[in-house]
């Protein structure tokens, strides 16, 4: 797996990658909206890269998980990946995280832009689909940015550190995205 944008790249995993993917799995604000508990262990991160470091495409009912990295420095910045529904090839949610140290750069904007072209041109993926907290202004800014439509929003639908929060849905479809790149209106 290998696709780069202006400043980034999108890769496989490696096991080189383990100390700068434990700091953002390890920060508070990082994990703030996300299902995982803190601390993450070192254990914890050498099983998750063994389990994706291989992956080339994404699987039906499977989620591929790739690196996030500079592409004059190769270092870990985040990652991304994404899920095709089991019940239809054509449809894939996606989700993205990145080290905080990095926010607000436009590097989310970027990578998520190159991991969609991926997914509609490449995969001929039909729709695109994303989750969020609602109060996870971020990434919903990011999803508006990227020309997603927020279709739905589910009321304490899902548990964070035990607590029910309330989540947005938004989706994309290849027709919408190939309208707006014909468009030139997302780079
Ligand atoms: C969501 C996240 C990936 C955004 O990364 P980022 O690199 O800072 O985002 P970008 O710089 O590319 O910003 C793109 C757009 O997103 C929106 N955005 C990003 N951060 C924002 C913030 N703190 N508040 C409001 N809008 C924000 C803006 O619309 C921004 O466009 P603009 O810069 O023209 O205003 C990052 O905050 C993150 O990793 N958060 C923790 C993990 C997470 O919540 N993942 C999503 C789970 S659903």
Redesign the pocket.
């Known amino acids: 797996m290998f696709l780069h944008s202006k400043r980034l790249i999108l890769r496989n995993f490696r096991d080189e990658d383990i100390d700068s993917y434990l700091v953002y799995r390890n920060d508070p ?2 994990a ?3 299902d995982w508990d803190i601390p993450y262990s070192y254990a914890q991160a050498e099983k998750f890269i063994k389990s994706v470091k291989d992956m080339n495409a994404p699987k039906q009912g499977d989620w591929l998980q790739v690196a996030i990295a500079f592409k004059e420095t190769d270092e870990l910045i ?1 990652d991304i990946g994404c899920f095709i529904k089991n019940e239809d090839a054509r449809q894939a949610i996606v ?4 080290a ?1 140290s ?9 990578a998520v832009r190159c991991w969609l072209e991926y997914l509609f041109e490449d995969m001929d993926i039909h729709r695109v689909t ?4 609602t109060e ?4 919903f ?2 999803l ?2 990227l020309g997603f439509r927020r279709e739905a929003q589910f009321i304490e639908s899902y548990p964070v550190n035990g607590i029910y929060t309330s989540e947005y849905h938004y989706g994309l479809l290849q027709r919408e995205w190939r309208t707006m790149i014909g468009r030139g209106n997302t780079c």
């Open positions: 604000e990082v703030k909206y996300q985040g989700g993205y995280r990145l905080s990095h926010w607000r750069k436009g590097y989310a904007f970027e994303a989750d969020c907290d996870n202004e971020a990434s800014g990011l508006e940015k």
